[in-house]
């Protein structure tokens, strides 16, 4: 068995101690998430207008036949992601 050398034990030690430097580094990272969470989440109306282009859609969607399974998932977003772009810049 390999026996440690005190400098080893001295690095060690030293790295332990850097706890607090640690939980303020991830605090300061939470902090900038929620930020950047917070700046780009939209409006109120806009909320709306995505709820209602939603709805909407997926009702379209689903009478032109498209569901949402695993071997046809890629078809329905598509699909989904046309008719919103469609519907949003309608509406607007």
Known sequence: MKSTKKSEVKIAYKMGQSWGSQILAVAIGILLTMLVVWITMPS???RLLNKRCFRECKVKIEREGHTMSFLSSRDYIDALKE?????????R
């Open 44 to 46: 109120s109306d806009e």
């Open 83 to 91: 008719c919103h772009k469609l519907c949003s810049s309608v509406i």
